[in-house]
């Protein structure tokens, strides 16, 4: 059986780069600042909604759009739906890639793009999985629906917007993070802390610019500061890029110093797995002598933020045995010196703590600075128990298709939409000894493992419909 899904999973490898080049090819951030009655997240968003449709469409599925924020592919009737839920935005590209982000290069057996492997790729393949299932004749008893939201990557406005208009589904997966299977996941959090826009005579912090979500590693981060001895500053920041693992670079820029740190950008679930270039900067900047809030603001993220991926300095390390430890992602930091500064923080915990105890620890912390704390959004624990049927057909699923009988579901720090479902869990469709380059420059995903992910998908859905 594993083998004839992999067989027909083959013979759609063409058509399928065919349609995930057209898909990367779509620059799919979200657009605030381009937002529009029509367009509510901005154009690129839409228009990959609007191709995902379109390849429902041509493939002879009823389909649906929802105000242009989510929308569903179709297929079977009946009382129980299983749900399919993937994503169609990115996250933006940021630099130091090799190869033009938004034009999928097929390079070493590997695509490249953004989307290829979060979500695109492995969303393409299991809808693939699903033409698989109905090109075969294969009537399921129950009703599927491929739903492809446009804004997971910040504020899941349009699964939301489904989940408020459409009946819930009875279960389903998500195709957006590993094989063999996600069980569970952590409670996530969001924090701002504000700071007042008082600042230093002899040194002076004009302005601080690092990170640009909730959920990505700052992979840069650029100070503009005034200083009384320039060539003191020049020595002491070449030392601490020869100490530490960073690049950058110091210049005088409009009669001031402008200091450009590179770290290295990576999903914010887990941080230990980027280099946080907006804390490193403010390490270095809280060797000098500013003042006043400006002071507060470097020093906070320094002494308290900095480095510290398990919240230890603020007292906010709970550990739970099932669910495992809480992470902090230190994700965007600003300061400007007419308008004050703030750090966002977003935190991944475990079951026994809560976002309220977060926020006390927070602003407790905050408050040796003078920082302000206030609390953004929370997503409480998701846990499905592995002896529910959907967690032991889909690993039944994987162990045929891949021969893996070690490897067990997990619990991970990431948030999915599959967490809106009671009956809900992440599936693939990333392999365990596959590089993760999610929100990473010159992401990728090989191209074997997305045709394997679609013959486990395939048969997966199969099972999952009888």
């Known amino acids: 059986m594993a083998n004839q899904w992999l067989k027909k999973a083959q013979d759609y490898k063409d058509s399928y780069l065919k349609d995930l080049k057209e898909l990367v090819s779509i620059k799919s951030v979200r657009d605030d600042a381009h937002a529009t009655d029509d367009y509510p997240l901005g154009k690129g968003p839409a228009k990959a909604l609007e191709k995902f449709l379109s390849f429902g469409k041509r493939d002879g599925f009823k389909t649906k759009n929802l105000e242009n924020i989510v929308g569903y592919i179709e297929y079977g009737q009946g009382d129980k739906t299983l749900a399919i839920q993937a994503h169609a ?9 090799e190869t033009d982000p938004f034009t999928m290069t097929q390079k070493d057996g590997n695509v490249y793009g953004r989307g290829t492997s979060d979500d695109k790729g492995p969303g393409l393949a299991a809808y693939y999985g699903l033409r698989m299932l109905k090109d075969s004749g294969i009537k399921p008893n129950l009703k599927i629906r491929f739903i492809i939201g446009t804004d997971e990557e910040s504020q899941w406005t349009g699964m939301k917007h489904y989940f408020s208009v459409e009946p819930a589904p009875t279960f389903g997966f998500s195709p957006d993070a590993e094989f063999p299977l996600i069980n569970g996941e952590k409670g996530n959090a969001t924090f701002e802390t504000q700071f007042g826009d008082s600042n230093g005579v002899e040194y002076t912090l ?55 740190i590179v770290g290295k950008a990576a999903h914010g679930m887990e941080p230990k797995n980027g280099v946080n270039a907006g804390t490193y900067l403010a390490t270095f900047l809280n060797e000098f002598n500013f003042d006043g809030d400006a002071e507060n603001f470097i020093s906070f993220i320094a002494e308290k933020l900095h480095e510290d991926s398990r919240a230890h300095k603020i007292g906010a390390d709970h550990v739970d045995s099932l669910m495992g430890e809480t992470t902090m992602n230190v994700a965007i930091m600003k300061f400007d010196h007419t308008k004050g500064g703030t750090v966002n923080t977003n935190f991944r915990y ?117």
């Not at 935005?89 to 890639?97: K, R």
């Not at 960073?246 to 402008?258: Q, V, W």
């Open 206 to 260: 004009k302005s601080f610019n690092s990170g640009l979500r909730m959920n990505m590693v700052p992979g840069d981060a650029t100070a503009l500061i005034d200083v009384p001895d320039n060539e003191k500053l020049v020595d002491a920041f070449t030392k601490f890029l020869d100490t530490h693992p960073i690049s950058g670079d110091i210049k005088l820029t409009d009669e001031r110093m402008r200091i450009h």
């Open 89 to 97: 935005d990115v996250m933006p590209a940021g630099d130091g890639w």
């Open 350 to 466: 475990p079951q026994g703590f809560s976002d309220k105890d977060i926020l006390k620890k927070l602003i407790l912390a905050a408050d040796e600075y003078k920082g302000e704390v206030h609390q953004l959004d929370n997503m409480d624990p998701h846990y499905v128990d592995p002896k529910d049927p959907i967690v032991t057909t889909l690993m039944k699923v994987y162990q045929q298709q891949t021969g893996d009988t070690k490897s067990t579901p997990e619990v991970v720090g990431g948030g999915t939409y599959a967490r809106l479902m009671d009956r809900g869990v992440a599936f693939g469709a990333l392999f365990p000894d596959t590089e993760d380059t999610m929100h990473q420059a010159n992401e990728f995903q090989p191209v074997n493992d997305l045709i394997k992910a679609m013959a486990i998908y395939g048969q997966s859905i199969s099972e999952l419909s009888k």
